[in-house]
């Protein structure tokens, strides 16, 4: 070679050297149309369902429909710069997202994408956003607790580690605010929380962004978003992506609270996709297997046995209804798949109960069985107490003087229903829970006007943290309620009740 060859030839020709010349296969198809974020594809007949595919301009999507003669792919970015004819190629890899520690304290997407500005993922791996429930073997189980800080929920319907529990109700009626209430809560635990959220408003996500960085332990939370203005193939992949990301945890043994905001929408999404792709509809448009890709995503959280590690995987869906229909498709559906249900009530949202959870309709199907047992000793007879309480008053709103006993029900039951309302953001610790239902099941408060009751609840905190210190940690390590700390607790709060200025009056 002479020396006065230049680099770039040099480096041109060691390629060629140490390349090795051969046959190479391109699986390569075409567009033949694409609207609404859907491509019919030709060409491509080894394609597999949920294959990523590859446009000749650098867009992806993924397979969703394999017809005989034409693939429907569902565009995950970059629909509008795709034209019919346009080149496609298969890459024989699913849909995959980042996972890890990395994602920690990050606003992604979907596909795990930062949108937070904070740089680059340094992911630990990366895994499908498809993966099979585990088998009924691997599983244990749910017995330990989760407490969401909500005092209705803790102490009424009470939700263990690896348990689905559905959130229902109309729009605006505290759904979002519920759950995330349960995520701000797990910032003194050792849960790791993932708020999905699907087709929600950009101002609504703000929201519950600004609450889990300003209330929650941020730095331990994901955040994954699509929302409404989203491709239809992110908004469908969004709560998929979000157990993937979950169960990473999960698998290392650790503990994942996922809420995902919400499933009707995702079904809506489900449904337009599968409109767009000219699958056969069936009840409300909705296609035949819209049960089942609900009832796969669900079925992911559970609770692993001592030997898969002893992780769990906790599922706060969300689901909204129509003036308060619960036996609407969606609704039926999901409320068949989970362990329960948490209905919130428009009446009582707009009478000002909140949260606006309606006892009768909602039920925990785990049950006692992961309630802390001091909670569990402490509220007693709450829950039917409340119900009688509830019975009573519309009898009474015909009119008639009660008698004695039934006076003294309705005046524990107002005291009941003034202290299950909460303020949204301001979760409560185990032992403020007991302490306010010790109070309330032993008649302390009988004697308080209303309005002083929620004076109580505000100050409980603080006093019982000043004078009852030694007992309240106690408690919130969650030992058993001695009849010395029951004492103690009791006398502080008595005296409590009787400087404030309500109860002088």
Same mark, same amino acid.
């Given at each position: 070679?002479?020396?006065?060859?230049?680099?770039?030839?040099?480096?041109? $020709?060691?390629?060629?050297?140490?390349?090795?010349?051969?046959?190479?296969?391109?699986?390569?198809?075409?567009?033949?149309?694409?609207?609404?974020?859907?491509?019919?594809?030709?060409?491509?007949?080894?394609?597999?369902?949920?294959?990523?595919?590859?446009?000749?301009?650098?867009?992806?999507?993924?397979?969703? !429909?394999?017809?005989?003669?034409?693939?429907?792919?569902?565009?995950?970015?970059?629909?509008?710069?795709?034209?019919?004819?346009?080149?496609?190629?298969?890459?024989?890899?699913?849909?995959?997202?980042?996972?890890?520690?990395?994602?920690?304290?990050?606003?992604?997407?979907?596909?795990?994408?930062?949108?937070?500005?904070?740089?680059?993922?340094?992911?630990?791996?990366?895994?499908?956003?498809?993966?099979?429930?585990?088998?009924?073997?691997?599983?244990?189980?749910?017995?330990?607790?989760?407490?969401?800080?909500?005092?209705?929920?803790?102490?009424?319907?009470?939700?263990?580690?690896?348990?689905?529990?559905?959130?229902?109700?109309?729009?605006?009626?505290?759904?979002?605010?519920?759950?995330?209430?349960?995520?701000?809560?797990?910032?003194?635990?050792?849960?790791?929380?993932?708020?999905?959220?699907?087709?929600?408003?950009?101002?609504? !996500?703000?929201?519950?962004?600004?609450?889990?960085?300003?209330?929650?332990?941020?730095?331990?939370?994901?955040?994954? !978003?699509?929302?409404?203005?989203?491709?239809?193939?992110?908004?469908?992949?969004?709560?998929?992506?979000?157990?993937?990301?979950?169960?990473?945890?999960?698998?290392?043994?650790?503990?994942?609270?996922?809420?995902?905001?919400?499933?009707?929408?995702?079904?809506?999404?489900? $449904?337009?996709?599968?409109?767009?792709?000219?699958?056969?509809?069936?009840?409300?448009?909705?296609?035949?297997?819209?049960?089942?890709?609900?009832?796969?995503?669900?079925?992911?959280?559970?609770?692993?046995?001592?030997? $898969?590690?002893?992780?769990?995987?906790?599922?706060?869906?969300?689901?909204?209804?129509?003036?308060?229909?619960?036996?609407?498709?969606?609704?039926?559906?999901?409320?068949?798949?989970?362990?329960?249900?948490?209905?919130?009530?428009?009446?009582?949202?707009?009478?000002?109960?909140?949260?606006?959870?309606?006892?009768?309709?909602?039920?925990?199907?785990?049950?006692?069985?992961?309630?802390?047992?001091?909670? &569990?000793?402490?509220?007693?007879?709450?829950?039917?107490?409340?119900?009688?309480?509830?019975?009573?008053?519309?009898?009474?709103?015909?009119?008639?003087?009660?008698?004695?006993?039934?006076?003294?029900?309705?005046?524990?039951?107002?005291?009941?229903?003034?202290?299950?309302?909460?303020?949204?953001?301001?979760?409560?610790?185990?032992?403020?829970?007991?302490?306010?239902?010790?109070?309330?099941?032993?008649?302390?408060?009988?004697?308080?006007?209303?309005?002083?009751?929620?004076?109580?609840?505000?100050?409980?905190?603080?006093?019982?943290?000043?004078?009852?210190?030694?007992?309240?940690?106690?408690?919130?390590?969650?030992?058993?309620?001695?009849?010395?700390? &029951?004492?103690?607790?009791?006398?502080?709060? $008595?005296?409590?009740?009787?400087?404030?200025?309500?109860?002088?009056?």
């Amino acid at each position: 070679m002479p020396r006065d060859t230049p680099d770039w030839l040099k480096a041109a $020709r060691d390629t060629v050297q140490a390349s090795t010349p051969g046959p190479r296969v391109e699986r390569r198809g075409r567009v033949e149309e694409i609207g609404d974020g859907v491509a019919m594809i030709s060409g491509l007949s080894d394609v597999r369902l949920d294959e990523v595919l590859r446009f000749q301009g650098g867009q992806v999507g993924f397979a969703r !429909v394999l017809d005989p003669d034409r693939i429907g792919c569902v565009m995950l970015d970059g629909a509008t710069a795709v034209e019919a004819g346009d080149a496609v190629y298969g890459t024989g890899e699913v849909v995959n997202v980042p996972v890890g520690e990395a994602l920690l304290g990050r606003i992604v997407d979907p596909l795990g994408r930062p949108m937070d500005g904070k740089g680059a993922i340094e992911a630990e791996d990366h895994l499908p956003i498809e993966r099979p429930a585990p088998s009924i073997i691997e599983r244990d189980l749910v017995t330990e607790p989760v407490q969401t800080g909500v005092v209705v929920v803790d102490t009424l319907f009470a939700l263990g580690r690896g348990q689905r529990e559905l959130i229902v109700g109309d729009h605006s009626t505290g759904k979002t605010t519920l759950a995330i209430d349960a995520l701000i809560a797990q910032r003194d635990s050792d849960m790791i929380c993932i708020y999905v959220a699907v087709g929600q408003k950009t101002s609504s !996500v703000r929201r519950a962004i600004d609450a889990l960085q300003a209330e929650g332990n941020f730095a331990r939370c994901i955040v994954l !978003v699509a929302e409404a203005a989203s491709a239809p193939g992110l908004q469908w992949i969004a709560p998929y992506a979000g157990m993937t990301m979950a169960e990473y945890f999960r698998d290392k043994g650790q503990h994942a609270l996922v809420v995902i905001d919400d499933l009707s929408k995702h079904a809506a999404t489900h $449904r337009e996709i599968a409109l767009l792709t000219r699958q056969s509809p069936g009840r409300e448009a909705y296609p035949g297997d819209v049960f089942y890709i609900h009832a796969r995503l669900l079925e992911r959280a559970a609770k692993l046995s001592p030997a $898969r590690g002893g992780g769990s995987l906790t599922a706060l869906p969300i689901a909204e209804t129509d003036a308060g229909n619960l036996s609407a498709y969606i609704p039926t559906n999901l409320i068949s798949i989970t362990d329960g249900q948490i209905v919130l009530d428009a009446a009582l949202f707009h009478q000002g109960q909140k949260p606006a959870v309606d006892v009768g309709l909602s039920v925990s199907r785990v049950g006692g069985k992961t309630q802390a047992k001091v909670l &569990r000793s402490a509220a007693g007879t709450l829950r039917l107490d409340y119900a009688q309480f509830l019975e009573l008053e519309v009898f009474t709103r015909f009119g008639g003087m009660p008698d004695g006993r039934v006076r003294q029900q309705l005046t524990r039951g107002a005291r009941i229903r003034e202290v299950l309302r909460q303020q949204q953001h301001a979760p409560l610790h185990l032992a403020e829970e007991v302490a306010l239902l010790l109070a309330v099941q032993s008649g302390l408060l009988d004697a308080l006007p209303l309005k002083a009751v929620a004076t109580f609840r505000t100050g409980l905190a603080t006093v019982l943290n000043a004078e009852a210190g030694e007992a309240m940690r106690a408690l919130g390590d969650g030992a058993e309620m001695s009849e010395a700390t &029951r004492d103690a607790l009791l006398d502080v709060m $008595r005296r409590f009740a009787d400087s404030l200025p309500e109860a002088a009056a």
